[in-house]
């Protein structure tokens, strides 16, 4: 895969989150929707990657491969850019605080509508949502 892929992997797997939450769906469209976020933030790491670059140490590539999204993050080297760009208490802050929340595991829950419907908001807000913020990036 390269970024390209993630990038649009990133918004497929939104559309299908509004779909899901449309059909009342809830479980399938929080767990998609974190999978949008993840798509998006390995579509930022990829961009940092160069061609003829040595791989880096076995232990970053295995962050490349993570779900936990705070470290995907970290990975894509966004945090520092994003204390800057989300001062506590602004959309954006309040937007990741809710996106974070979100665990690969989740596929295992049953989750409740307003949380599937928080957490497509969270990411597809066009002004302070995570998902306009992490394009800035990719």
């Not at 999978?35 to 590539?61: G, M, Q, S, W």
């Amino acid at each position: 895969m390269n970024r390209q892929d993630f990038q649009a992997l990133a918004s497929v797997r939104l559309e299908e989150t509004k779909a899901l939450l449309d059909a009342g769906r809830s479980d399938g469209a929080y767990y998609l929707a974190g999978y949008a976020v993840e798509c998006a933030l390995k579509a930022c790491i990829a961009k940092r990657t160069r061609e003829h670059d040595f791989p880096p140490p076995p232990n970053a590539v295995r962050d490349y491969y993570s779900h936990d999204l705070a470290d995907l993050r970290k990975t894509a080297g966004l945090d520092a850019r994003l204390r800057v760009e989300a001062p506590q208490g602004s959309d954006l802050d309040r937007n990741w605080g809710i996106v974070l929340l979100w665990k690969s595991n989740s596929r295992y829950r049953m989750i409740a509508l307003q949380d599937a419907q928080d957490l497509y908001n969270a990411i597809s807000d066009p002004t302070g949502g995570v998902l306009a913020w992490l394009q800035q990036s990719w």
